[in-house]
T-cell receptor
Framework: DGGITQSPKYLFRKEGQNVTLSCEQN?????MYWYRQDPGQGLRLIYYSQIVNDFQKGDIAEGYSVSREKKESFPLTVTSAQKNPTAFYLCASSISENTDTQYFGPGTRLTVL | QKEVEQNSGPLSVPEGAIASLNCTYSDRGSQSFFWYRQYSGKSPELIMS????GDKEDGRFTAQLNKASQYVSLLIRDSQPSDSATYLC????????????FGSGTRLQVQP
């Protein structure tokens, strides 16, 4: 059953903690993306990766970090430097950066307590 | 000016009517245009993509693109209550960073 999985579905974090959101895909896609969505707003790009061991900052990378050690995995760490991390986080992938269709995972809803 | 602008709505239409959703974009280098549907609490799903000026039809959905006016729209014919969702417009440049840029979305309500 191919697709993109994100875990956990809900995540609660205390202020000052780092947390890591998981994103895994078995679609054999080269490109992966992380977006953040706030209530009533569209998606904003945090980081993206075109190939393994390579990634670029998006529009709102401050306070976040990523790694791409394996083709199928693109975890996102929300650090304590991110001042307002409560949001819905969406991971997506596409065959390549030059391919139009992006497939989204189910998302992780992060709440800072 | 936002790169991709949409009216936040809600746009309310009666069941069976045509819903018209609009989107404007600022970057003339944008070459690919997409409409995603997002139900509350869920992730976006692709409905339509369009690359050339004119209309593209897929079932009850028609995407319209006018690059000269930097305008893209989505028409939903015979609207159903199940079409009630937020519709996100996304564009992609042809050069440079090619990740999608999303609008804030238009919330559509189809009244039974």
């Amino acid at each position: 059953d191919g697709g993109i999985t994100q875990s956990p579905k809900y995540l609660f974090r205390k202020e000052g903690q780092n947390v890591t959101l998981s994103c895994e895909q078995n679609l054999n896609h080269d490109a992966m993306y992380w977006y953040r969505q706030d209530p009533g707003q569209g998606l904003r790009l945090i980081y993206y990766s075109q190939i393994v061991n390579d990634f670029q900052k998006g529009d709102i990378a401050e306070g976040y970090s990523v790694s791409r050690e394996k083709k199928e995995s693109f975890p996102l760490t929300v650090t304590s430097a991110q001042k307002n991390p409560t949001a819905f986080y969406l991971c997506a992938s596409s065959i390549s950066e030059n391919t139009d269709t992006q497939y989204f995972g189910p998302g992780t809803r992060l709440t800072v307590l | 000016q936002k790169e991709v602008e949409q009216n936040s709505g809600p746009l309310s239409v009666p069941e069976g009517a045509i819903a018209s959703l609009n989107c404007t974009y600022s970057d003339r280098g944008s070459q690919s245009f997409f409409w995603y549907r997002q139900y509350s609490g869920k992730s976006p799903e692709l409905i339509m993509s369009i690359y050339s000026n004119g209309d593209k039809e897929d079932g009850r959905f028609t995407a319209q693109l006018n690059k000269a006016s930097q305008y893209v729209s989505l028409l939903i014919r015979d609207s159903q209550p199940s079409d009630s969702a937020t519709y996100l417009c996304a564009v992609r440049r042809d050069t440079g960073r090619r990740a999608l840029t999303f609008g804030s979305g238009t919330r559509l309500q189809v009244q039974p």
